[in-house]
Structures are given as C-alpha cells and as structure tokens.
C-alpha cells in the first residue's frame, strides 16, 4: 500500500515534459460580455478559444514544473478555483491534442504524422460520403489578395455602399412594379432546366460563387484579416469555391466579423441587381440569356443557402456572430441530445461554459429547425434532380445520389 501511494505521491511531483508553443498568437476577445483568449495556431491555422485561467495554465507549462507545482499558481492566480490534479492533467492533455503544446520526449514527430493522418483520413471520408458536397484541397490565396485589394477598397467606402444599396432597392421596385411581365419572360421549368440551360447555368454559377468567396476574402483583408484558405467544391455538381477566413476570430469588433460573414451575400446581391437590369434592357440572346441564369443563381442561393442561418453557410456564421456564441451549431445540438439524455435517461452532463444561462430553450428549437430544415434541402434536391433527369429515364441516379449523401 506504501509503495503504490509513494508512486501516486511521485507521478505529481514529477516534471511535465510539455511546454507551450512559442510560435502561437493570441489575442484578448468578448463575448457575452466575458474576456477569452483566442489562440491561433500559425502553421496548422486552427483556432482554440480558452478561459483565462485555462490560459494561465497554459502558459505554466514550461518542461519543468510538476502537477502539484501548476496547482499551487493556479491557486495563488486563483484563490475561488479549486481544481484536482486530475482536472489539471485532463485540461493539460486537452492542450496537447489541440496542438498548443510541444513534447520535450523523443518520438514527438511520429505521434504529429499520425494525428495528421488520421486527420486527412476523416476529411478524406466526409468528402466521399457526402456526394452532393465536395470540397477539394485549396492554395494559399493571401497573395493574390494582398494584390487585388488596393484596386477594390473602394467598395468599403460609405459611398459605394449607398451607392450599392441604391441599386439593388431599384431592382426590386422594377421587379415589383413589372411582376406580370416578368414572369411573361421567364421560360418554362423544362426549358430552363433543361440540359443546354443547365451548362449555362453550370457556368454562371461558378463564375459567381468566385466573386462571392473573393468578396469573403478581401473583406478579411480590409479589416486586417488573413486568408489562407481557398479552393474548389462542388454543391449539387455545381462548381463553386470555398474561403476559409477563421482569421476573422481573431477580430475584436464582432461587426467586422458580421460584415466579413456577410461580404459574399453582398456581392451577389449586387451582381443579381445588376442582372435584373440587363435582362430586362436586352433582346433575347446569349447576353439576356447569361443574365437571366446570374439572377436566378445569384439570389435562390442565397435565399435558400447563403443568408438562412439554419444551415452551415454565411448566415449561419453572421448569427453566431451576432449573439456571440461561437459553434453555435454544435453547442445547440449539444444542448438538445443533453436535455433528451435528461429528461429520458436521467443522465445528467457536464455543463459547457460557453454556453448563456438564459435562453437555453431557443437552443432547443434552433437545433431541431436545423435538422428539419436539413431534411427538407435534402428532398428538395431530389426532388429536383428526379424532374430534371426524368425526361431522359435517369430519375432513379439523383435519388440514389441524395440518400448516399443523407
């Protein structure tokens, strides 16, 4: 008995041989009203948000203080915070598999080059489940971006944005005001969806989604931002490209970080503004044609996609901005499985300090609008894919492709 308790008194008193990365960056950001540190991993660009005292242990880890040590500052930092020295070794091997922390042991290497595999394993297996949602590997863009930015800040101006406003509000009201005859013009679902429309479509579509991630990325850069992630995915067959600005986090102003959310929706709306105009200034030809797909491309995406905050895109992004709760998918469906595990099993879990005391029950309702909301994109999509191709007797490939991906 002496032995196993000299053993346990040792292993706390021994060196933790992991010290914290001299590379990261961090930067002090509110939310809620509270203070959290939010660390950025400059070579795999990921983003970790900690509590100050979460911080503070992080900091302590220097290769050469012992559990018991990390207790004793954490307690003098923190006189309220009383943690076990096993809360202290759960957070610090949290730390680690986060990448916050280095390994003074040999064989440090290894272990990296098999979390990275295991990590291009899962992505590489989400892609190819998910047919109707192909995201590709990416480049670097921050340099063409650095180049395009200084012919285009412009558009930041508050000039340009009445200007833009102006526009896309005369739009509507030619819309509006013309409605019989717009809808006279439009041509039937068969022929616009038809396959030589669709290549058409096909196109345009690509071609603005490309501006759409470009606005993302250089909104990123007006505010000091930084983009390092940028490539091709294909949703429902159509190209379009992705931006990764996760830099936006590390923004102290949360309606900068809205405004970069929302900077792609912006310019598609501006560009459907302009279409509406062309197409109904033109003859019928390829110029009308193109004009007609960029309206119809420009502003279903983003009614059903981009701005709906009940899927995974801007909008999505732009609200948990806004309130301040970040993974705000997660931490909801979170909340529902807890509260089901509660009031069924009678299990009780551990509670997630970012998430808001009040309001719990729109967490609830958000998580099951989203998932049913899911669903309904998702026979939307079939049922879509099921009218286009039944002309040709391919009906049965778009309903086989739509419950692979769900």
């Known amino acids: 008995m002496s032995t196993l308790s000299e053993s346990m008194t040792s292993s706390t008193e021994r060196p933790i041989p992991l010290s914290v990365r001299d590379d990261l960056i961090s930067k002090w950001i509110h939310y809620k009203g509270l203070g959290y540190w939010v660390i950025k991993d400059p070579v795999s660009l990921k983003y970790t948000r900690l509590h100050p005292e979460q911080y503070y242990i992080l900091n302590l880890l220097n290769g050469a203080r012992c559990p018991e040590e990390i207790k004793d500052e954490v307690h003098r930092q923190y006189p309220t915070l009383l943690l076990s020295i096993s809360e202290i070794q759960q957070l610090i091997s949290d730390l680690y598999r986060k990448g916050l922390l280095t390994s003074g042991r040999p064989g440090q290497g290894v272990t990296l080059i098999k979390q990275r595999r295991e990590e291009h394993k899962k992505k590489l297996t989400t892609t190819l489940k998910n047919v109707l949602y192909l995201r590709l590997p990416g480049w670097d863009p921050e340099t063409s971006l650095q180049r395009l930015y200084p012919y285009v800040k412009w558009m930041w101006e508050p000039w340009a944005a009445l200007m833009f406003a102006l526009l896309i509000v005369s739009s509507w009201i030619l819309i509006g005001v013309q409605f019989e005859a717009f809808r006279s013009r439009l041509p039937e679902f068969q022929q616009f969806f038809g396959w030589p429309n669709l290549i058409y ?192 007797d391919l009906q049965s490939i778009g309903i086989t492709l739509a419950v692979i991906s769900g």
């Open 201 to 392: 479509m096909w196109f345009v579509l690509g071609a603005a989604k490309v501006i759409h991630e470009f606005g993302h990325g250089l909104s990123c850069k007006h505010y000091g931002g930084e983009c390092h992630g940028m490539g091709i995915m294909f949703l429902v067959f159509s190209p379009c490209l992705y931006c990764d600005v996760s830099d936006s986090w590390m923004l102290r102003n949360k309606w900068q970080r809205i405004i970069i959310g929302g900077a792609g929706m912006y310019i598609e709306v501006i560009m459907s503004a302009i279409a509406v105009w062309i197409w109904w200034f033109t003859k019928p030809g390829l110029l009308n044609h193109l004009a007609l797909n960029l309206f119809f491309v420009s502003t279903v995406t983003t009614v059903i996609f981009n701005a709906n905050p009940l899927m995974r895109f801007d909008g999505y992004y732009m609200m948990s901005d806004f309130l301040e709760i970040p993974n705000l998918r997660q931490k909801a469906d979170k909340h529902l499985r807890d509260t089901f595990a509660w009031y069924c099993l009678g299990i009780e879990s551990q509670r997630d300090p970012f998430m808001p005391e009040t309001g719990k029950f729109w967490f609830i309702v958000y998580a099951i609008s989203a998932a049913l909301y899911r669903w309904f994109i998702m026979f939307g999509i079939t049922l879509f894919l099921y009218t286009v191709l039944k002309p040709y």
